[in-house]
């Protein structure tokens, strides 16, 4: 996720990702910044939330930009899918839920920074909060982010493919119109 926003920040100043950066494997980590083995980073909410406490500053903020990503997703092997639809369903469900929780119970979200991250300082618990509320409350599949992946890596196979090919909004659209995401809220 943090390439393709590279790459789209990259284009949208009119410079030539294969010759004006060199974007890294792995090159997104603070403390490759802090060492001087990186000059920059594109980072993730956690990122962002930890630089200053490295006194770390942020340069751009992508957010206005409004660049089509994927984001985070949940995955499943199609065969797998075929077999374990109810499985599947669950965990989304459970996924609604979490989001709903951490959007609506400000101390359970800090206690899961703690719990997960060890993230105690209350500057950076809210710095993440800040990030986390822009995680939609119905977190659909980013279909135009699917087709600016496959417009960013642009090749024979990738044109053999459609961006419908690669989500399935089904278990979301079944949880929507169900009225149970809008109930987590009230």
Not at 2 to 12: L, N
Not at 25 to 51: E, H, P, Y
Not at 95 to 106: C, G, N, Q, S, W
Request: glycine share 4%; proline share 4%; hydrophobic share 45%.
């Amino acid at each position: 996720m943090t390439h393709i926003g590279a790459i789209a920040f990259v284009k949208h100043m009119g410079w030539d990702p294969a010759r004006d950066v060199s974007l890294m494997i792995n090159g997104n980590s603070l403390n490759r910044l802090k060492q001087g083995r990186v000059d920059g980073l594109m980072g993730s909410a956690l990122t962002f939330s930890l630089a200053p406490e490295m006194n770390l500053n942020l340069l751009v903020d992508l957010t206005p930009f409004n660049f089509p990503v994927t984001g985070s997703s949940i995955l499943a092997e199609r065969e797998w899918l075929k077999d374990n639809r109810e499985a599947a369903a669950r965990f989304v469900k459970a996924t609604v839920e979490a989001i709903a929780l951490m959007k609506t119970d400000r101390a359970a979200f800090n206690a899961a920074l703690t719990k997960w991250f060890n993230i105690t300082d209350p500057l950076v618990q809210e710095r993440m909060y800040r990030e986390a509320d822009e995680i939609p409350r119905k977190p659909y599949p980013a279909i135009e982010g699917i087709r600016y992946t496959m417009a960013i890596y642009d090749s024979a196979e990738m044109r053999k493919h459609k961006a419908e090919e690669f989500y399935d909004a089904s278990f979301m659209e079944e949880l929507d119109k169900s009225g149970f995401i809008d109930q987590l809220y009230r």
